[in-house]
C-alpha cells in the first residue's frame, strides 16, 4: 500500500519523495491547487519508505516556537526536497545551518532526521495561512495550530 493510499489528508510537505530510495514520487498540484505526491508505478518497490517518512501518517513532536516570520512569496514554489537534501547534507559535514520553514516543513525534516533535530540546525518558522489561496493544503495541514 503506498502512500496516496494511506495517507488522505497530505500537507504536501514532500518529505516522501526524498525517503523514496527509487525517486519515483513526484509532487503535483491536484484540481484545488493542493500539492499531491505522484507515483511513478513503474519504478516503486512498494518498500513505504515514503509512508515511512510522512509526518502526517508517523507524527513528530515539534519544539515549542515564540516567534513566527511572515511566509514570503520566495517561499510558495520552493523545491523542498532539494531544500531537505541540502539541509541534511550541510549539517552531516558539521556545518551550522539555518532553515526555513512552516510547521509541515519543520516536521518532515525532522521525520527524515531520524525524529531528530540537530543542535547545528536553526529553524525559523514561518507563519501558516490557511486562507491563503496560493496554499490551500495549509488548511488541512495537522501541524497548524
Do not use: W
Amino acid at each position: 500500500m503506498q502512500i496516496t493510499d494511506r495517507v488522505k489528508n497530505c500537507n504536501g510537505c514532500e518529505a516522501c519523495t526524498v525517503g523514496c530510495k527509487y525517486a519515483c514520487i513526484k509532487m503535483e498540484r491536484d484540481e484545488n491547487g493542493n500539492k499531491k505526491p505522484v507515483i511513478n508505478e513503474d519504478g516503486c518497490s512498494k518498500c513505504n519508505n515514503c509512508v515511512l517518512y510522512c509526518p502526517v501518517f508517523n507524527p513528530v513532536d515539534l519544539p515549542e516556537f515564540e516567534n513566527f516570520y511572515e511566509y514570503k512569496d520566495e517561499y510558495y514554489e520552493r523545491d523542498m526536497a532539494k531544500v531537505y537534501r541540502e539541509t541534511m547534507r550541510q549539517l552531516k559535514a558539521g556545518t551550522t545551518t539555518e532553515f526555513v520553514g512552516t510547521l509541515c516543513q519543520i516536521a518532515a525534516l525532522k521525520s527524515l532526521m531520524g525524529d531528530k533535530l540537530s543542535h547545528d540546525l536553526r529553524i525559523f518558522p514561518l507563519h501558516c495561512d490557511p486562507e491563503n489561496p496560493r496554499r490551500p493544503e495549509c488548511a488541512a495541514c495537522p501541524f497548524y495550530k
